[in-house]
């Protein structure tokens, strides 16, 4: 395929833009890749749509565009945020991924009462929404928000935001559709405790969904709720 | 919670059975779950609903169960099956993971021509697939077919049965909802080859649908077909 070469640059693109990449894009290119110079990729940044770049040098960890013609302009990602109980690693990392793919406006990590990790890495997660944002055609990068409590993400929610708490084991409803804007909100591994399932019901913009008869692992439910959430939206 | 240790056995169950389980199911219950003798597991064996059972022997690698009560009837899983070529090792044992979460009741792998793997792993993703099935409530196992050809799936095909095939940058509209019985088919990395896509086509019985605007990996697109598929079932 032509321009399968899909990078994300945090600089201004426009036609005969000549932007640096990283030394990682660089090394990317050349030992993973088997770029050359002269060579065309597609680099985006998040603002200004998708540009056709050839690369102009690239040698001892330097590369440098000469960005070309404009191939898609900027589009907006479906006005869907996920919150989420951290998780262990290797499923945050997951989660992430996959949020991502799934074109997330926003990420909203939480402590709960049941969290499992205490910290997490924003350096790591921002590498892995990057690297999915480039694979999965993304015109833009999800926000990647600090941790937090889930009360002060209910102390902050917007106003005409609906929430959607995956709930396990309810008589609850499917998500309704067509919804957005929307948040999702997913819990740890075992679930909110009650005490913090009491705290969400009260909330006016709270709607509590069941995503299906199994008992689902975390990352799952924050993969299946999206699907289901922007699906009127897909053609 | 209670008995929430929750173990496939493939052995009759009813009450006053006293199943043995296997040296693996020993060493889980006395090394990584702690339990004791006279603690309460829930057994399954895909035929026979679920069962509370008592731990009657826990002693050296050796495991025996004292079954009580039924907790569940069997229940049929909803009627979608997954067929999907062979992806890199990590990604396909994902893929089982998930997809037996989300119920499918067969996993049908392939060789088709972009396809990254040669060779499965029927003893390694069976048990990705029990300890999954254990995990999300399920009281089935998936049924793990031998790796075939994308042609042998298609000729032997049964009628009655629809097939999803999904297609990325295409102008397809979204799969069709409450279309069980049915399979889905997922692609490799990179997608089927043109001439694949259009032995596909040629078959009165596949419809080929979009997933939505971006590119999802193998796995993902995997996950979301399956949510939206079984999605009008979810209650």
Not at 78 to 95: H, V
Not at 111 to 119: C, H, I, M, P, V
Not at 166 to 173: F, G, H, V
């Given at each position: 395929m032509t321009a399968s070469i899909r990078l994300f640059l945090d600089t201004p693109l426009h036609p005969?833009?000549?932007?640096?990449?990283?030394?990682?894009?660089?090394?990317?290119?050349?030992?993973?890749?088997?770029?050359?110079?002269?060579?065309?990729?597609?680099?985006?940044?998040?603002?200004?749509?998708?540009?056709?770049?050839?690369?102009?040098?690239?040698?001892?960890?330097?590369?440098?565009?000469?960005?070309?013609?404009?191939?898609?302009?900027?589009?907006?990602?479906?006005?869907?945020?996920?919150?989420?109980?951290?998780?262990?690693?290797?499923?945050?990392?997951?989660?992430?991924?996959?949020?991502?793919?799934?074109?997330?406006?926003a990420l909203l990590p939480l402590?709960?009462?049941?969290?499992?990790?205490?910290?997490l890495n924003p350096a790591r997660l921002a590498a892995i929404a990057i690297e999915a944002a480039e694979q999965s055609e993304r015109l833009s990068l999800p926000a990647l928000h600090p941790l937090q409590s889930l009360g002060a993400l209910l102390d902050g929610w917007p106003d005409g935001r609906r929430l959607i708490v995956?709930?396990?084991?309810?008589?609850?409803?499917p998500p309704p559709a067509g919804l957005l804007p929307a948040g999702l909100l997913i819990g740890p591994e075992g679930g909110f405790a009650p005490a913090e399932l009491d705290v969400l019901r009260a909330r006016p913009f709270v709607t509590v969904a069941s995503f299906g008869p199994r008992i689902l692992r975390a990352e799952t439910a924050a993969i299946v709720g999206l699907a289901l959430l922007q699906a009127p939206a897909f053609s």
């Open positions: 005969g833009a000549e932007p640096a990449g990283s030394p990682a894009q660089a090394h990317y290119l050349a030992s993973v890749m088997r770029a050359r110079t002269g060579g065309v990729v597609r680099l985006f940044n998040g603002r200004e749509g998708e540009f056709a770049a050839r690369i102009a040098v690239l040698h001892r960890g330097e590369v440098r565009f000469a960005v070309e013609t404009q191939t898609r302009p900027q589009a907006a990602e479906p006005d869907l945020w996920l919150a989420f109980a951290l998780l262990k690693r290797d499923a945050t990392d997951l989660l992430v991924q996959k949020a991502t793919e799934l074109g997330v406006a402590r709960s009462a049941r969290t499992q990790a205490e910290r995956a709930a396990e084991r309810s008589a609850a409803p």
